[in-house]
């Protein structure tokens, strides 16, 4: 496997990583969805060199997680907006900040809490089976290959990880 070539995996996982799994570019989606729009806004909050948010965002864009709409002529100017494809990695991001603020808070807490804006209440993000509701953890999944498994990903590999769970703790 070859970082350049993660998107072309028959690997939902490394596809996904291959589109949005560097340090910066999880840092500007952060960004995006405390409403960061403007090229220089994602500059000033994240310190990255201009050329190096340039290529972040057109791959976000090229992968279309964001969208570039021209906000000023002359210049010209653009937002970049998260895209439906962009806020479905919402539960992806808000999965990594409950993993860090479980694992990595210091003495004094959470440095961001999230409220559920329908009942008022700061909430963690919970998985949940989408069939039956219940919560989910490592020990209560099975991985299986799927239809769009590629014919020559090896089945016994896929039956050595999907017995796996069975050793998480």
Known sequence: MKWDTLEEEPCSL???????????????????????RRFEQ???ALGITRHLLAERLKKLVRNGVLRR????????RYEYILT???LDLHPIMM?????????????????????HKKCGKLFD??????????????????AHLGPGAHPAQSTSNHATAAHQSDHVA
């Open 14 to 36: 490394a596809r996904t990583i291959g589109v949005i799994g560097d340090r910066w570019t999880l840092l500007i989606l952060r960004e995006s969805f405390l409403r960061k």
């Open 42 to 44: 994602f500059q000033s």
């Open 69 to 76: 709409v021209p906000y000023q002529e002359s210049p010209k």
């Open 84 to 86: 439906q494809k962009g």
């Open 95 to 115: 999965a990594l900040v409950h993993w860090g603020d479980t694992h990595l808070a210091d003495e004094r807490g959470r440095p961001i809490v999230h409220e």
């Open 125 to 142: 993000p919970v998985m949940v089976c989408s069939e039956c509701g219940e919560p989910l953890s490592a020990k209560d999944v099975v």
